[in-house]
């Protein structure tokens, strides 16, 4: 069975909150029917998918044929390609949620990408992608591109996420850091150079910023709350829409700060 348009398409969203989104049509073949050419009746039979299969009887209605398909057999026999892309926060399920569908179903190809919540739904209003993980709930200019394509959905809460603004384990001057000090570094006119902007009692060192990318739905739930208003950031940073990168980043400069 090969898998085309009519495979469902899901919709990954983590909203520091993490959801799916189902949509288009169910995958499987329409019902079918045949009568007789003379006066024979059919006989209907329910498959184990619950949908039925009808078969014509032989001519005069003397005999008739019964037909069981089992719903497994077919999915057995599934093929094709599934492309997910978007968050990199949802990736991990989406990457262990593959494996366990793959050891089931060998002959299906699974991509998944990690473009970012904003890029991950670039790809799927435009039908490009089947899943698309995200971070954030999907806007109305995101949702109105989509049915405009003739692509439904229904977003499903997966999983509950949170955000973690992180110093390096170097670091050994900070403890924590208020709201208002975070608006100071990441506000679009910041000034904020070195760690004593931030707070006189830290040393005069520069302060080396990580974050995700402006694809990001981490970036847009960061910047409403720290700086009132989505998108709205400092550019100066070295942003990445992988987690890793900014892990590795974070953790291997003793001046760093970064979120993700």
Not at 10 to 33: E, K, P, T
Not at 208 to 223: H, K, M, R, W
Request: charged share 20%; glycine share 10%; net charge negative.
């Amino acid at each position: 069975m090969q898998l085309g348009k009519t495979w469902r398409r899901l919709l990954f969203v983590g909203v520091l909150g993490l959801f799916v989104v189902l949509g288009g049509a169910a995958c499987g073949d329409d019902d079918s029917s045949a009568s007789a050419s003379d006066s024979g009746s059919s006989s209907t039979t329910s498959t184990s998918s619950g949908s039925s299969v009808s078969t014509p009887s032989t001519t005069g209605g003397t005999t008739s044929q019964t037909t069981t398909t089992s719903s497994s057999d077919t999915m057995m026999d599934l093929e094709g390609t599934i492309e997910i892309d978007g968050s990199s926060t949802v990736a991990p399920i989406s990457e262990a949620v593959a494996e366990e569908f793959l050891a089931l179903y060998p002959d299906v190809r699974v991509n998944v990408g990690i473009s970012g919540t904003g890029g991950g739904f670039k790809r799927f209003t435009v039908g490009e992608t089947e899943i698309s993980d995200a971070s954030r709930p999907i806007k109305d200019s995101e949702a109105g591109a989509a049915v405009a394509n003739g692509i439904n959905f229904i977003p499903l809460t997966v999983a509950l996420d949170g955000l973690a603004v992180m110093v390096s384990t170097q670091n050994d001057f900070v403890n924590c850091l208020t709201v208002a000090e975070l608006n100071e570094i990441w506000k679009p006119d910041s000034t904020v150079d070195s760690w004593d902007d931030v707070r006189s009692s830290f040393p005069n060192e520069p302060i080396n910023l990580y974050g995700p990318d402006t694809e990001s739905g981490t970036f847009d739930y960061f910047t409403d709350v720290v700086n009132g208003d989505e998108g709205v950031s400092r550019s100066n940073y070295v942003a990445s829409s992988d987690d890793n990168v900014l892990v590795r980043g974070i953790a291997g400069d003793r001046n760093s700060l970064g979120y993700f």
